[in-house]
């Protein structure tokens, strides 16, 4: 079976930093395409980082540009996405989702998800 499964989210106070972790399996993570995205209530499902297709290719939105991190770690069949500096308005639910290469911000491209995790950023 093809899964992606996330842990990592919670609640954290503004300025605060948080790891997300995307664990593979049925398939090879480092052969696909994989992004973050992040839906608040009310808001469009917004992708928030990719990694994959050319050595090296990382993609982040300005919202987030400098302050998030996106990695692999091929030994454990894991992807992980570094949140710093984090901000009220990064409040969402976050998933994992991996496609084809390339990379594509567009989330109905991507054919495989997680099952979603919370992340809250309050005082």
């Known amino acids: 079976q093809v899964q992606l499964v996330q842990s990592g989210g919670g609640l954290v106070q503004p300025g605060g930093s948080l790891r997300l972790s995307c664990a593979a399996s049925g398939f090879t993570l480092d052969d696909y395409a994989i992004g973050w995205f992040r839906q608040a209530p009310g808001k469009e499902r917004e992708g928030v980082s990719c990694i994959g297709g050319s050595v090296g290719y990382t993609w982040y939105p300005d919202s987030v540009k400098g302050r998030f991190t996106i990695s692999r770690d091929n030994a454990k069949n894991t992807v992980y996405l570094q949140m710093n500096s984090l901000k009220p308005e990064d409040t969402a639910v976050y998933y994992c989702?991996?496609?084809?290469?390339?990379?594509?911000?567009?989330?109905?491209?991507?054919?495989?998800w997680g099952q979603g995790t919370q992340v809250t950023v309050s005082s």
């Open positions: 989702a991996a496609k084809p290469f390339p990379c594509s911000g567009s989330y109905p491209e991507y054919d495989y």
